[in-house]
């Protein structure tokens, strides 16, 4: 491609382009490699100038048909730079071990070779699907057909995002994503499906039925549903789930309060209330007469006014949430982790109840009790690992994630807390979001990888790269990402940040996650050591 002419540690390197090279093949984001004299330096593209010895030779600017005096110009007058950022490095002497890959913490020196990355480049950065591995491919480097890996086992150690503006594809994404997961078999997932596009079945932009999660994976997944009279948007066989109002607590006020218009002094008196009645405070509140608020009122100070109103918001509430019971017969979110605590994984689907109220009540108070319980498991297994054994991962899927997890509600949430731990107990998020400036900036700093297709706003680009360092350098890249399929790509399931152009969730990618993983007898005993080394 040409040489490196210049050029800092902190502001990147200058390739001259080759003449032979043309530079409408080069675009932002490709991924290339420098050769040093002792070293190899993986690197993007982050930017490409046009350049000129001296400005006297735009004053005759040959016409478009003079090809002749543009070859002369061209290389020697006239020329090209692209701007690259190295992000790896590894000794030449060591080019096949991926372990002496490191950060970059040099830089090459004048007149290194510059070429496009080959497949055991890519390979070398981010390993290569195999049986034995948690490896998945996930897509391929702009304008080229190598696959490119994802390490599963990193990705669900921390929670994750999908981001991306209306249209872009985030929910093939995050499908592709989650079959990889169960198909390596990294952890358990939890959907929260609000649009029903996970279960049995999703539809594609242009109205096409499309394969969901239990269609793909079986009885691996188990699918629940809130709207059990209208089991044609969700899935025949689906369980049903019905939430008692003892599940309710004000945590999930406050996460309502916008959808709600509930005011302060309206949760400080839904507090009150739920001091004097304590499981059974959201039941009374809805049920409470006249005489009895008027009571309650005179004996602890309350406001009548305050409490009516409260009363009204909660049983329109209610009326709208059909799930929400006095009493229910079994304890459906028990079942729910009882599957995923066996290793199974859960799709839960809305049905037509697929507002935003519903949505934010029944994903807070179902992930408010599985947290919980994990927190209790690894705390057992923590204190004896011989008796105990340590709970499975799990990841949680949560759409219109902002609404979980922006500065007034994340210190009350249960998703704030989770993302906030980290891998702490085993559980794990991955967000998918169309407003990340929404989002707590806290909570943005402990994404680990964050997968982002085409963005607009510039204050949801700002968002997407808070914590995470050399930021600067990308958002051009995500900027000029295409509308469908490409995503960019960074954080700590990442060796470096990547342009990806996802892989297709169609008939192929189905064959793929059907398709049984028949080991040989040496590929066993490769694993029992594998499994052997990481205890």
């Known amino acids: 491609m040409g040489q490196i002419i210049s050029g800092s540690f902190s502001r990147g390197l200058l390739l001259k382009l080759s003449n032979d090279f043309n530079v409408e093949d080069l675009r932002i984001g490709k991924f290339v490699v420098i050769e040093g004299e002792k070293t190899k330096y993986f690197s993007m593209v982050t930017d490409i100038l046009l350049e000129t010895n001296n400005p006297k030779f735009l004053n005759h600017i040959p016409s478009p048909e003079d090809s002749f005096i543009k070859d002369v110009l061209k290389g020697s007058a006239v020329y090209s730079l692209i701007q690259l950022t190295p992000y790896l490095m590894v000794d030449l002497k060591d080019k096949i071990a991926e372990d002496s890959v490191s950060r970059v913490k040099t830089v090459p020196p004048h007149f290194s070779s510059v070429y496009e990355a080959q497949e055991d480049d890519i390979e070398q950065i981010f390993g290569k699907e195999e049986k034995l591995n948690k490896n998945f491919y996930i897509g391929y480097p702009p304008e080229m057909e190598i696959p490119l890996c994802i390490n599963l086992d990193k990705f669900v150690q921390r929670s994750n995002a999908v981001f991306g503006k209306?249209?872009?594809?985030?929910?093939?994404?995050?499908?592709?994503?989650?079959?990889?997961?169960?198909?390596?078999?990294?952890?358990?997932?939890?959907?929260?499906?609000?649009?029903?596009?996970?279960g049995w079945q999703g539809t594609s932009e242009d109205n096409k039925s499309i394969k969901g999660l239990r269609q793909l994976f079986g009885d691996k997944i188990e699918v629940f549903t809130l709207d059990p009279e209208n089991k044609s948007y969700t899935f025949k066989d689906a369980v049903d789930l019905t939430i008692s109002y003892n599940q309710v607590e004000i945590e999930d006020l406050e996460l309502l309060r916008g959808e709600l218009g509930l005011s302060?002094?309206?949760?400080?008196?839904?507090?009150?209330?739920?001091?004097?009645?304590?499981?059974?405070?959201?039941?009374?509140?809805?049920?409470?007469?006249?005489?009895?608020?008027e009571e309650f009122c005179a004996q602890n100070g309350a406001n009548i006014g305050s409490i009516l109103a409260l009363q009204r918001k909660l049983n329109t509430l209610v009326d709208s949430v059909k799930y929400l019971k006095p009493v229910t017969s079994y304890d459906g979110i028990k079942k729910i982790l009882n599957f995923l605590t066996s290793g199974k994984s859960v799709v839960l689907q809305f049905g037509r109840l697929n507002n935003l109220k519903s949505y934010i009540l029944a994903s807070n108070i179902i992930t408010r009790r599985i947290h919980a319980e994990y927190v209790n498991l690894t705390e057992q297994y923590l204190l004896d690992t011989t008796k105990f054994q340590e709970p499975k991962k799990l990841v949680i899927t949560i759409e219109e994630a902002h609404k979980f997890l922006s500065p007034q509600v994340a210190k009350f949430s249960t998703f704030g807390t989770i993302a906030r731990e980290l891998r702490k107990y085993n559980v794990t998020l991955l967000i998918i979001d169309q407003r990340p400036s929404?989002?707590?900036?806290?909570?943005?700093?402990?994404?680990?990888?964050?997968?982002?297709?085409?963005?607009?706003?510039?204050?949801?680009i700002n968002a997407v790269f808070v914590g995470e360092s050399g930021g600067n350098n990308l958002k051009t890249i995500l900027s000029q990402l295409n509308p469908k399929q490409e995503v960019l790509m960074f954080g700590y399931a990442m060796p470096?940040?990547?342009?990806?152009?996802?892989?297709?969730?169609?008939?192929?990618?189905?064959?793929?996650?059907?398709?049984?993983?028949?080991?040989?007898?040496?590929?066993?005993?490769?694993?029992?050591?594998?499994a052997a080394a990481e205890l």
């Open 166 to 198: 209306s249209g872009t594809g985030k929910s093939f994404l995050s499908r592709v994503l989650l079959s990889g997961i169960l198909k390596k078999d990294a952890a358990s997932v939890l959907v929260f499906d609000m649009h029903n596009e996970y």
């Open 264 to 293: 302060e002094a309206a949760l400080d008196h839904a507090r009150m209330i739920q001091r004097s009645f304590e499981k059974d405070w959201f039941s009374k509140i809805c049920n409470m007469t006249l005489g009895e608020i």
């Open 438 to 460: 929404g989002i707590d900036s806290e909570v943005l700093s402990q994404i680990g990888t964050r997968a982002t297709l085409l963005l607009n706003d510039e204050n949801d």
């Open 496 to 530: 470096m940040p990547i342009v990806v152009r996802s892989r297709r969730y169609d008939s192929e990618f189905y064959k793929e996650m059907n398709k049984e993983e028949k080991l040989t007898k040496e590929e066993i005993i490769r694993r029992g050591e594998l």
